[in-house]
């Protein structure tokens, strides 16, 4: 059977999976004794995620308003930036564990949850900016972490004053220190960034042979956590994060830890470039290794999550209303693949 969504008020303690330990805080979102079925409303018009170092300043303002205003919700609307930024935690650190299945914890990385979990995850927050600044065409940025030019911190995070700041990270890995996402820790910048694209074919055409490789292995109800990830999560993806966890923090903090993850804005900006693998992996990537992407097993099809939309309602998603974002309203600016001639 497919994977259900959590009960919200069956939710428990959680766990720094760093170090094992049991959390101090509280990840469990407020409860609802009304959900509803999701149903992607029509899309009107396609919102396009920017490169997010290629932005705008008209942009940047914008969107350090909705995020600040993300703030400034009270603590217990579901909306709010700790609240969403929870999310996270909740479904990642063994707050929830599978509905009927005993103490089973609900884990959606390390399988092939994990694109459909944090698309959700993002389209829900993207929509909850835009409501916030009453411009339902806001767009997140994505890090394009791929692309030679994209290979720092987006300039616009680090900007101390900005409501998008963290100071919770790496003070090493500050622009212009270049991204490692063979985590090399190789300082000679033109290597890493050769290295980078290497790894970017890799993960993207030459480890694959077939869906599994890239999207991560069967998770189902009763199956045990961390069934296998895909080459893009254990890759590129895992790399980010710790890469630009604060090593002055206990255990990684904030983007380097499951549990404090989302209180970093970055996040959702280097889950947009994760997210945009997907999308590129799926339509534009040549396909002889891996003739049919489509995962068809209904257990995958219909596995489900549980999220607040923008209008604080408690909505059920599934997975196959996430299989395709044009459906869901957005696509990415486009942006050249140069690791797309990066064969080893
Ligand atoms: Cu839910 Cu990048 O992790």
Not at 227 to 256: F, I, M, Q, Y
Request: net charge negative; glycine share 6%; charged share 20%.
């Amino acid at each position: 059977n497919p994977i259900q969504p959590p009960v919200l008020d069956k939710c428990g303690v959680a766990t720094n999976l760093n170090t094992g330990q049991l959390l101090d805080i509280n990840c469990c979102p407020p409860t609802s004794d009304k959900i509803i079925d999701y149903k992607l409303p029509p899309v009107f018009s396609m919102k396009t995620r920017p490169s997010a170092h290629r932005v705008s300043p008209e942009y940047i303002f914008k969107y350090n308003m909705a995020i600040d205003r993300m703030k400034r919700l009270p603590k217990d609307d579901p909306r709010s930036f700790m609240q969403q930024a929870n999310i996270h935690c909740a479904y990642c650190n063994g707050a929830y564990d599978q509905p009927g299945q005993g103490t089973l914890d609900l884990q959606v990385h390390n399988s092939w949850l994990f694109f459909p979990f944090h698309r959700w995850y993002l389209y829900f927050y993207e929509r909850i900016l835009g409501k916030l600044i009453g411009d339902p065409t806001f767009a997140l940025p994505f890090w394009n972490w791929d692309n030679p030019k994209g290979m720092t911190i987006p300039p616009m995070y680090v900007d101390p004053k900005a409501a998008i700041y963290d100071p919770k990270r790496n003070q090493d890995h500050l622009p212009p220190n270049v991204i490692d996402l063979g985590m090399t820790g190789n300082t000679d910048p033109l290597q890493v960034v050769s290295n980078n694209l290497t790894i970017m074919y890799s993960e993207m055409i030459r480890a694959n042979s077939s869906a599994l490789d890239f999207m991560g292995q069967p998770y189902k109800e009763g199956t045990p956590v961390n069934p296998g990830p895909g080459a893009s999560e254990r890759g590129s993806h895992t790399a980010v994060h710790v890469w630009v966890g604060d090593p002055r923090e206990k255990s990684g903090e904030n983007l380097g830890n499951f549990y404090s993850a989302g209180r970093d804005p970055l996040f959702y900006c280097h889950h947009g470039n994760v997210d945009r693998m997907w999308t590129l992996w799926q339509y534009f990537l040549p396909s002889s290794k891996v003739p049919d992407k489509k995962i068809t097993d209904p257990d995958f099809l219909n596995a489900a999550f549980s999220f607040y939309d923008e209008n604080a309602q408690l909505v059920r998603v599934t997975v196959k209303d996430s299989l395709d974002n044009l459906k869901m309203g957005y696509d990415y600016e486009r942006i050249d693949l140069p690791w797309l001639d990066y064969r080893p």
